[in-house]
Structure formats: structure tokens, C-alpha cells
T-cell receptor, first 121, second 117 residues
Framework: GAGVSQSPSNKVTEKGKDVELRCDPI?????LYWYRQSLGQGLEFLIY????????KSGLPSDRFSAERTGGSVSTLTIQRTQQEDSAVYLC???????????????????FGPGTRLTVL | AQKVTQAQTEISVVEKEDVTLDCVYE???????LFWYKQPPSGELVFLIR??????QNEISGRYSWNFQKSTSSFNFTITASQVVDSAVYFC??????????????FGSGTRLQVQP
């Protein structure tokens, strides 16, 4: 079946502009995550959505970053007033959230998309 | 706080050699989950294996094997008879039980494996 898809695959923008990155999770996956991969910081967690619960935004680096998930499916990560340090690959992942006692729920097996490479000039 | 250390930044081997990628983790949780992901040049992270802390049985899948040792907080990954297609960056990751609500993975810095023909 189809995996996690992300668009655009590459985005070049000028410092100070806003950008929107899109993630389409695996159908039926109720949990969605955003991570950032950069040379200096490795893979960092940004935000997590689970069903209709309030998102966990604890990994967002600043208030310029925000994300939403509409209809429990597609998610958009928005970066306002981009800075050069925002340049990175932004990865989206999804997982199947089953009942609390199910091993899959507890283990957090996540499937990743191909990422969006963001370059801020 | 969780921490994952992959001390090997880059490893280069010749095809058919065996290679072991090291992973050491730190957690205060009594129950936790360990993962290995492969990131080929295409960039997409590919899930390889999940190991639960309460199951120390080692696992073999084809040319891949994993050695989980709680006593040394290590979860090492061995590729037997390496092939050029194994060239990638490999990430070890951890999620603790206390992270259940957060469900985020803590990743190591990755090990770049180059398999030369």
C-alpha cells in the first residue's frame, strides 16, 4: 500500500518568508509526527498528533513553527519568517494507534516519509 | 532524559565483510523500546527492527542480526556478508515507557556505512 508522502520534496526560500510543508500519512494511521534532520542537530522531534487529542508541541524550536492536522489525516507544518538555521530536512512519520494494551500501541513503530529538504537563503 | 549514542560516525568495509554497528542507550524507564532504522541515499528512513526491553532474545533476519544486552545498555546491529546495497546511514532509536503520551523517538546521531565493491 501507499506509504507516507510529503510535499514538496525540495523547497528553497528566502530568509523572512513563510513556508508550508505537507504530510499525507498512511491511510488509517491515527498518529502523526514531525521530525527535523539537520547536520548539526541530528534527528529531532518537533510535534506529535494523536487522533483528536491536543497535539504535543514540546519539540517545536520556536513560536515561528506551527502545525495542524485537518480531519485526522493530512498535516501541514508552517514555518513563519524563516531563518537560515531552519534549513534542514523535515520528516513526517505515522503510526497505527491501537488499544492501550496492544503491543503496537506501546512500541511506537513509526513509518517515515521521504522528507522535504528546506533551504533558506 | 533519554539518550542514544552511536559512537561510530562512519564505517567503510569491503563487500562480503561482516560489520557491527554499535548503539548504547540511557534511560531511567524500566520498560522501553529500541529501534533500528536505515536511511539510504534516497533519504527515506526505513524501519528495520523493534526490540522491547522485557525481551532480551536476540534476533536474526537474513543477513541482519541484533544483539540486545541490558547489562551494558547496548543494542548492536550486525550485517553479515555486507553488500553494496547496505550502504546507508543507520540510526538507533529509543522510546521510553514514560514517553508513552509523547510517543516520540530519541535518535542516535547515526552511523554511515560505506560498502565498497
Amino acid at each position: 500500500g501507499a506509504g507516507v508522502s510529503q510535499s514538496p520534496s525540495n523547497k528553497v526560500t528566502e530568509k523572512g518568508k513563510d513556508v508550508e510543508l505537507r504530510c499525507d500519512p498512511i491511510s488509517g494511521h491515527t498518529a502523526l509526527y514531525w521530525y527535523r534532520q539537520s547536520l548539526g542537530q541530528g534527528l529531532e522531534f518537533l510535534i506529535y498528533f494523536q487522533g483528536n487529542s491536543a497535539p504535543d508541541k514540546s519539540g517545536l524550536p520556536s513560536d515561528r513553527f506551527s502545525a495542524e492536522r485537518t480531519g485526522g489525516s493530512v498535516s501541514t507544518l508552517t514555518i513563519q519568517r524563516t531563518q537560515q538555521e531552519d534549513s534542514a530536512v523535515y520528516l513526517c512519520a505515522s503510526s497505527l494507534l491501537l488499544s492501550g494494551s496492544h503491543p503496537e500501541y506501546r512500541s511506537g513503530e513509526q513509518f517515515f516519509g521521504p522528507g522535504t529538504r528546506l533551504t533558506v537563503l | 532524559a533519554q539518550k542514544v549514542t552511536q559512537a561510530q560516525t562512519e564505517i567503510s568495509v569491503v563487500e562480503k565483510e561482516d560489520v557491527t554497528l554499535d548503539c548504547v542507550y540511557e534511560t531511567r524507564d524500566t520498560t522501553y523500546y529500541l529501534f533500528w532504522y536505515k536511511q539510504p541515499p534516497s533519504g527515506e528512513l526505513v524501519f528495520l527492527i523493534r526490540r522491547n526491553s522485557f525481551d532480551e532474545q536476540n534476533e536474526i533476519s537474513g543477513r541482519y542480526s541484533w544483539n540486545f544486552q541490558k547489562s551494558t545498555s547496548s543494542f548492536n546491529f550486525t550485517i553479515t556478508a555486507s553488500q553494496v546495497v547496505d550502504s546507508a546511514v543507520y540510526f538507533c532509536a529509543l522510546r521510553g515507557e514514560m514517553d508513552t503520551g509523547r510517543r516520540a523517538l530519541t535518535f542516535g546521531s547515526g552511523t554511515r556505512l560505506q560498502v565498497q565493491p
